[in-house]
């Protein structure tokens, strides 16, 4: 990544938040806001019916499948629900499918399978559309919508479907209704009222392979799009906020600080080798700097909107920035056979109403469900250049200290005999 071209695009899309209206941004803000409101709404839904279904392979399917449908009321395009939905009896399910979704019907109190589908095309439309739901404008839907059916319905659709390929036609729309991209526009809307405070520092781990740059992709490029940029620029730019090279993110910094530009966002990937957990223990000018990192903390905050950090593991990153961090998510795994699946979570906490106590809640930040989910081809290549450059720099220096752990061993024999 060009440091000029870091701060270029730094710098339109500050003159473009400046020049965008703040009520637009809000609007914006409260769409998205209730999208993923409706969603996390109708996720909870699920695990209630889940709770009071005896049928043990219907209450598997609920629970599991849920997280599914939810992902893919997050990112996909409308085309997708429609060429899912569209022709049923192309829709091969498996036969356990096949029965449970007849008892899904019968849930929503529905003639058919056809009208259920009928019902969750229905609702899929009204929530990209950024309205919001409403079960009385469709009244034979009524009992699908409020049952909280509708998710684990879709996600068994996705999941089950024997003919369709569900990986040829995940079509991601423009917006995604997801935590992360409110965190994001929250900023945003700060930002264009004037906000001259400390930003936000944000960290958003999970193991490697797991969606978080991808994650962290879609949600920037939809708050870009948020405040006027077209398609293509927004992806563009999205791709070049992100620092894939760790060696250059303190650089970065260094430049930022050194010429005091504000810039709204500052996101780290591959952070664990930037700033390593253990950093302490590297000792030599390295850690020096690491000392220096830490004190410059808060004045990182005074130039950056959001500084993000994605650690190669949910807590594999230096603990000053974990205690700085106002939002820390971590990804959690879901095994499904065909499909690789990641739960982000927020645990906030927060102070009980019913008593001084401070509690801790969790939020469901995002769901990453690939092949639903996928970057960009030239993003994707120039992620795994850099992931594969750092993991075979790590090698390099394991097996250095191996073999200087070996001589020191070797030697210490020596001088003992």
């Not at 130039?303 to 593991?313: D, K, Q, V, Y």
């Not at 290549?381 to 993991?391: C, I, P, W, Y």
Request: proline residues 4%; charged residues 25%.
């Amino acid at each position: 990544m060009d440091l000029d071209e870091f701060l270029r695009i730094n710098n339109a899309i500050m003159n473009k938040i400046m020049s965008t209206k703040p009520r637009d941004i809000v609007r914006w803000y409260t769409i998205i806001n209730k999208g993923n409101m409706n969603i996390r709404i109708q996720l909870f839904l699920s695990k209630k019916l889940a709770s009071l279904t005896s049928d043990v392979v219907l209450k598997e399917a609920i629970h599991r499948r849920a997280y599914i449908g939810a992902c893919a009321m997050m990112y996909m395009h409308p085309r997708f629900i429609d060429e899912l939905t569209s022709e049923a009896e192309k829709i091969l399910l498996t036969p356990t499918s096949m029965l449970n979704e007849e008892k899904i019907t019968k849930i929503a109190e529905l003639k058919s399978y056809t009208d259920a589908r009928e019902c969750l095309r229905f609702f899929f439309h009204e929530l990209v559309s950024g309205r919001p739901l409403n079960p009385k404008l469709m009244p034979l839907c009524e009992k699908y919508y409020n049952s909280g059916i509708m998710l684990p319905h879709l996600g068994l659709l996705i999941h089950d479907s024997q003919r369709i390929d569900v990986g040829s036609i995940a079509h991601v729309r423009e917006i995604a209704y997801n935590y992360l991209v409110t965190w994001f526009l929250g900023v945003i809307r700060d930002i264009s009222y004037g906000s001259l405070g400390a930003g936000e520092i944000g960290t958003f781990g999970a193991h490697v392979g797991r969606g978080k740059t991808t994650t962290v992709f879609h949600s920037l490029r939809t708050a870009l799009m948020s405040i006027g940029f077209d398609q293509r620029q927004a992806e563009e730019y999205s791709s070049k906020l992100i620092i894939f090279d760790p060696e250059l993110t303190l650089d970065v910094i260094d430049s930022i600080l050194t010429n005091e530009v504000k810039v709204p966002f500052l996101i780290i990937d591959n952070a664990s080798s930037a700033f390593p957990r253990h950093w302490i223990q590297i000792g030599g000018d390295l850690m020096k700097r690491f000392l220096k990192f830490n004190r410059i903390l808060a004045n990182i905050r005074a130039l950056s909107g959001i500084t993000l950090f994605i650690p190669n593991a949910p807590d594999e990153i230096a603990s000053f920035i974990r205690n700085a961090s106002t939002l820390r998510v971590k990804g959690f795994k879901i095994d499904y056979p065909k499909l690789v699946a990641t739960v982000f979570k927020w645990d906030k906490p927060a102070l009980s109403i019913k008593s001084d106590e401070i509690v801790t809640s969790s939020t469901i930040v995002s769901i990453f469900i690939y092949p639903l989910l996928k970057l960009p081809e030239k993003v994707y290549e120039l992620d795994q250049k850099e992931k594969n450059k750092v993991a075979r720099k790590e090698v390099s220096e394991l097996k250095a200290k191996t073999i200087e752990i070996i001589e020191k061993k070797t030697k210490t024999g020596g001088e003992a005999q």
